[in-house]
């Protein structure tokens, strides 16, 4: 069986895939990002992604999600496809 390539894209940078946990630390979501190194992605998802709870004009107030260091990860084409199903079927 043949090992599949890592996904990338036309600049050359990886799909990273993550997983985020609220206050407690329990699984609460998914998400990706683009980006040429663990270190950049790393970065990255931190700027945009890990912030406390906040409230939110039309929302009222929404908790903490935090980005799952542990589970950041470069993907195959395949995995990334598998990690947004199982996604999708847990939020239906």
Do not use: Q
């Amino acid at each position: 069986m043949r090992r599949e390539k890592l996904f990338r894209n036309v600049r050359g940078e990886y799909l990273y895939l993550f997983n985020f946990v609220n206050e407690k630390g329990h699984p609460c979501g998914f998400n990706d990002i683009w980006a040429p190194t663990k270190r950049v992605a790393y970065k990255e998802a931190r700027k945009l992604y890990n912030r406390k709870g906040f409230e939110h004009k039309e929302w009222g107030w929404i908790a903490s999600m935090l980005v799952d260091f542990d589970s950041l990860r470069r993907s195959t084409r395949s995995e990334y496809h598998d990690h947004n199903r199982m996604g999708v079927m847990m939020s239906c």
